[in-house]
């Protein structure tokens, strides 16, 4: 199975500071690395799709880069509502695995 | 509107069965897969498996082999998650996703409790 680490677990941010999450796949994955954002008691709700494409309707601050193994997502200037918890998920092979997430929290 | 609904919370007794559907709407049923992710209370993110809506193909994680089935009907555009021989452990949110490679789209989340 591919493990997928991310970085840090948790965040403390303030609204208007920029902000990275780091992924790392225990093997390569090319770009099929997706992330997603979910807020307490909701669905997962994807962001970007394939590394760095972002869905329609999102919010450009967000952006996805890496390819391989190493991948990270920002927020270029956070906004209150982005305050949630973020995974990353490998659709390279089965076990389609996510990350462990990372909670990121009102500083 | 494209959209997932699934079906109720469960109460269930160790050992018994539960079953989850995830109606969708607003698109092509047959053009996409669906994957079926669980979250227990307080953990992250657990992929369960996947279902081809065109053809049935199943890949299920390894972890759920043997008791997990992924059926579709295309009549009604509804996808079935079963799961036998429940465990305490298996108390979650079990949420299907529309599979496109990535998951694009969720149902609400379905809360399974599992207990005596």
């Known amino acids: 199975d591919i493990q997928m680490t991310q970085s840090p677990s948790s965040l403390s941010a303030s609204v208007g500071d920029r902000v990275t999450i780091t992924c790392r796949a225990s093997?390569?994955?090319?770009?099929?690395l997706n992330w997603y954002q979910q807020k307490p008691g909701k669905a997962p709700k994807l962001l970007i799709y394939?590394?760095?494409s972002l869905v329609g309707g999102v919010p450009s601050r967000f952006s996805g880069s890496g390819s391989g193994t190493d991948f990270t997502l920002t927020i270029s200037s956070l906004q209150p509502e982005d305050f949630a918890t973020y995974y990353c998920?490998?659709?390279?092979?089965?076990?389609?695995?996510f990350g462990q997430g990372t909670k990121l929290e009102v500083k | 509107q494209v959209q997932l609904v699934q079906s109720g919370a469960e109460v269930k007794r160790p050992g018994a069965s539960v079953k989850v559907s995830c109606k969708t709407s607003?698109?092509?049923?047959?053009?996409?897969?669906v994957s079926w992710v669980r979250q227990a209370p307080g953990h992250g993110l657990e992929w369960m498996g996947w279902?081809?809506?065109?053809?049935?193909?199943?890949d299920y994680a390894q972890k759920f082999q043997g008791r997990v089935i992924m059926t579709t009907d295309t009549s009604t555009s509804t996808a079935y998650m079963e799961l036998r021989s429940l465990r305490s452990d298996d108390t979650a949110v079990y949420y299907c996703?529309?599979?496109?490679?990535?998951?694009?789209?969720w149902g609400q989340g379905t809360l399974v409790t599992v207990s005596s």
């Open positions: 394939a590394a760095s």
């Open positions: 996703a529309r599979d496109g490679g990535s998951l694009g789209l």
């Open positions: 607003g698109y092509t049923f047959t053009s996409f897969g």
């Open positions: 093997q390569s994955i090319n770009n099929f």
């Open positions: 279902i081809s809506a065109y053809n049935g193909n199943t």
């Open positions: 998920h490998q659709s390279y092979s089965s076990p389609r695995t």
